[in-house]
């Protein structure tokens, strides 16, 4: 299958393969390494408030963290109020934002409950409103991650998609569950159709369900779509966006990662996190615990070395964790608490 690059506005994307934005995930070092296994089209920063962004939220300035990113990538914010929003885009365009990207899917209760995120989609009007104003505000292309509407029987995403096109929005991702189901049940692709036959001009990217290059084939094949974005199944395995592109390109699967790579490639996550974060120390390496757990790098003692993951109070404790690993010359090393 070929995978051809995609135009968003002025942006090249090839392949047409991405990150999705992820709470607590997509920071630069995950961004970073997702590009350097390869074939990543493009990466998207964690979804960062509006109202944070006004108000000058350390924190939140905090994940500013894309000064060393690959261009282009895009910037997701959330927020629902238009002139909020149009001024965050503003700062985030000033701070080298190749793209601006509208969070309209995100379900969790902190978000949605203040009418911001895939609360947007209970009214298209309001949605599209906030799509405007950050139109206005910004010269650089604006796109806008949708769901398939708030619940099952207020399927909002084939209006908003006309309506953000004629806004000029440049792009539309489609997760294509409703925010009420959050991740559960199975996406259903169909609305991925419905919307690229909506739309005239502009790609339309497909997400939710896509594991293997078997699914991203079938989703390309049976939506229509344009590219496919990726997000939980790229955690702990981002050089899935390499293996997608390979098979689909040559029809050759690739064979999985050693365990030794998968140990090179967690604590590359790691050294990444730690020469370039932006937060305090103590609280970049919690939240690469979190991250480093997730690699299921294959030895003997696997469950072990987990447990020790999570507990890592700096660089050199991962370091002689993961390097013995890497080292070894044995098919499926023996992890020695």
């Known amino acids: 299958m070929q995978l051809k690059p995609i135009s968003i506005g002025d942006k090249i994307i090839d392949p047409p393969l991405m990150l999705a934005p992820m709470a607590g995930q997509t920071n630069h070092a995950f961004r970073t390494l997702c590009r350097e296994i390869g074939d990543c089209g493009l990466v998207c920063t964690e979804l960062l408030s509006s109202h944070a962004i006004h108000y000058k939220s350390e924190k939140t300035f905090n994940m ?46 902190k978000v949605a409950k203040t009418g911001a995120g895939a609360a947007l989609l209970k009214d298209v009007c309001t949605a599209t409103a906030v799509v405007d104003a950050i139109i206005k505000a910004v010269n650089v292309p604006v796109t806008v991650k949708i769901r398939s509407g708030f619940t099952a029987d207020n399927l909002t995403a084939v209006p908003f998609a006309k309506a953000a ?84 390109r040559t029809g050759e699967t690739l064979p999985p990662p050693t365990p030794q790579e998968r140990a090179a490639i967690a604590l590359r996550h790691a050294q990444i996190t730690m020469s370039t974060t932006l937060m305090p120390e103590r609280q970049a390496v919690l939240e690469l615990r979190g991250q480093l757990s997730q690699y299921h790098i294959g030895v003997r003692g696997a469950a072990q070395l987990r447990s020790k993951l999570v507990q890592v109070q700096s660089l050199a404790e991962i370091e002689a964790l993961l390097l013995p690993i890497i080292e070894a010359d044995e098919p499926m090393p023996t992890f020695a608490s």
């Open 64 to 109: 500013f963290d894309w000064a060393g990113d690959q261009h282009p990538f895009a910037v997701q914010l959330y927020g629902s109020d238009p002139a909020l929003m149009a001024e965050a885009a503003r700062v985030v365009v000033d701070h080298g934002a190749d793209i601006v990207d509208i969070n309209m899917g995100c379900w969790v209760p």
């Open 165 to 248: 096109e004629a806004s000029g929005v440049k792009s539309i991702v489609v997760h294509a569950r409703t925010a009420e189901q959050g991740f559960s049940g199975e996406a259903n692709w169909d609305m991925i159709r419905q919307v690229k036959e909506s739309v005239s001009n502009i790609p339309v990217i497909g997400n939710g369900d896509v594991k293997t290059a078997d699914d991203a084939a079938r989703m390309l094949r049976e939506t229509g779509c344009d590219g496919v974005m990726i997000g939980r199944a790229a955690l702990g395995n981002p050089w899935i966006f390499h293996q997608i592109a390979h098979e689909l």
